[in-house]
Structures are given as structure tokens and as C-alpha cells.
């Protein structure tokens, strides 16, 4: 499913929250946006928290816009998002946000969520919260950008990378929804591939690299980190105050990508 344009109010964004975006996301219609969502593809339940809500619109509307003016492979929508309790969790955990590449169980009082869909702890759904975290992380250095829609896209861009490699290389699960949508004939191993990148010795990358991506992705020694987090971060120098697009994010790359990062970018989005 193509993402597709959402209305939502005009924002002006700076480094943080301005009064004019506390204003708008405070009048956001979660109910309308989920409504809208469904009409996309995506399963949303928010729970009513405004700020996730409208993060998801926002997020929506860049990366159509992306898709549509540099024809970038940013289409995909998730297929359900979820505003959760740590007791709803199957499996305990501390979570800000996760995203998930294969169907299985996630919250004890629903069904199974397909692979390529995204979840937001409620504890850390809060309008100014939310920001004081992404600019502490990124001051910190552990992420690698400050921008208010860091985590959304952050999760997003995991999701996209999971659909970009599922259709290079197919689905060998055995969710039927991912075998019908990404199961090829001959060798399927994109699931196999995918889950291999969550376990990368990232210890010789240059440490110029490893301060512009931040220390999160690098403790983690997961290239679908550095991935989430290097996406995110030249989505996010490509936007005026206003949200608009104003240039090829891929033209924010750094010149001397290590070779490991390259060549993940290079056989995923076919640059």
C-alpha cells in the first residue's frame, strides 16, 4: 500500500516545539487521522495520545512527498500502529518504540500483528517528553538527529527496509499476508538476511561515522540501526521550518560511507 497525502494543519518547526506546533498537534483529530489511516492501509489505535498521532501524520506526508518528487522507495505504510501499556506486552520490555519484520503476538488482548507494523509505549507519548528525550539523546550523542519526529520516522524507516528487502530477496516465513505479498519463486532468504543485520560487528567503522550516527546503533552493532537512524537523519536536514521537502534527502549522505553501510544502501535502494 502507497502512502498518500493527510491533511493536518501547517507547522513551524524549529529545533524543538514551538507554541504553533503545541497548537496544532493539541487540535489534532485522532479520530479523523485513524479514519484516514485505515483508508491507506494502516491499522492505527493511538489511544487518543495527540502527539504520536500527528508525529504519524507528519511522518506520512514527508514520506509521500519523497516518494512522489525523487521517486524514492518510501511508499510503504505500516500495517497497524499501536499506542501500548508495558502489561499489554506479551513479553516484557522496555520500550520506547519497536517495529517488527515477522508476524507474531505483541499485546496480550489482540491478534497477531503482521510483520511491518509499529508500536509506541504509552509512557512516553507525552507532547513535551517526547521532545526533551530526542534532545537529550541526540546532545548525548546517542542519536542522530533532534528533530521532533526523530522516533516515528526512526521505526518507520525500519519498516521500509524490511519491505525494500523482502522484495529483493522474498519472505520465506510463514506469515500467508508476507508470502502472498513478498514470496518468490527459487531462493527466498530476505527474512533470514534481514534478522543477520540485526547482529553486525560495526567495531571498525570510522569513528567520524560513529559520532554522525550516533552511539545507539553502534552498541546495538545492528545495521538495521544504522540504517533507521542514517535515514532519519538525512530526512530530517532535508525539511524547511515549515515540513516541507526542499531536497533529495540522498544528497545529504556523507561522501565516505563505510563500505558495510554502502553497499546495505546501495542493494536496498538501488543507488
Not at 493527510?6 to 518547526?13: A, D, L, V
Not at 527459487?186 to 554522525?212: M, Q
Amino acid at each position: 500500500m502507497k502512502t498518500q497525502n493527510i491533511y493536518i494543519q501547517n507547522t513551524n518547526f524549529k529545533s524543538g516545539l514551538t507554541c504553533k506546533i503545541i497548537k496544532d498537534i493539541k487540535s489534532t483529530n485522532v479520530a479523523k487521522a485513524q479514519e484516514d489511516f485505515k483508508k491507506i492501509g494502516m491499522n492505527a489505535d493511538f489511544k487518543g495520545k495527540q502527539a504520536i498521532c500527528a508525529n504519524f501524520v507528519y511522518a506520512t506526508n514527508i514520506l509521500y512527498d519523497l516518494s512522489e518528487k525523487f521517486k524514492l522507495p518510501f511508499d510503504f505504510v505500516p500495517y497497524a500502529v499501536r499506542v501500548y501499556e508495558n502489561k499489554e506486552l506479551c513479553k516484557p520490555g522496555e520500550y520506547r518504540a519497536f517495529s517488527i519484520n515477522d508476524t507474531g503476538k505483541i499485546l496480550t488482548d489482540e491478534p497477531s500483528f503482521i510483520g511491518g507494523s509499529i508500536f509506541f509505549n504509552s509512557n512516553h507519548s507525552g507532547l513535551f517528553q517526547s521532545n526533551q528525550l530526542a534532545d537529550k539523546d541526540y546532545k548525548n550523542g546517542r542519536r542522530s538527529s533532534s528533530h521532533f519526529l526523530t522516533n516515528t520516522l526512526h521505526e518507520w524507516f525500519h519498516t521500509i527496509h524490511m519491505d525494500l528487502m523482502y522484495k529483493k530477496l522474498g519472505y520465506e516465513g510463514e506469515c500467508p499476508i508476507l508470502r502472498d505479498e513478498y514470496h518468490k519463486e527459487g531462493v527466498n532468504n530476505g527474512l533470514t538476511e534481514y534478522e543477520r543485520l540485526s547482529n553486525v560487528d560495526l567495531k571498525d567503522l570510522p569513528e567520524s561515522f560513529k559520532r554522525y550516527i550516533g552511539s545507539y546503533a553502534i552498541e546495538e552493532n545492528s545495521l538495521l540501526e544504522v540504517f533507521a537512524e542514517l535515514m532519519t537523519k538525512i530526512t530530517t536536514d532535508s525539511l524547511d521550518k515549515n515540513l516541507n521537502v526542499i531536497k533529495n534527502p540522498l544528497d545529504n549522505l556523507p561522501k565516505d560511507l563505510p563500505e558495510k553501510v554502502k553497499f546495505e544502501l546501495e542493494r536496498t535502494l538501488d543507488i
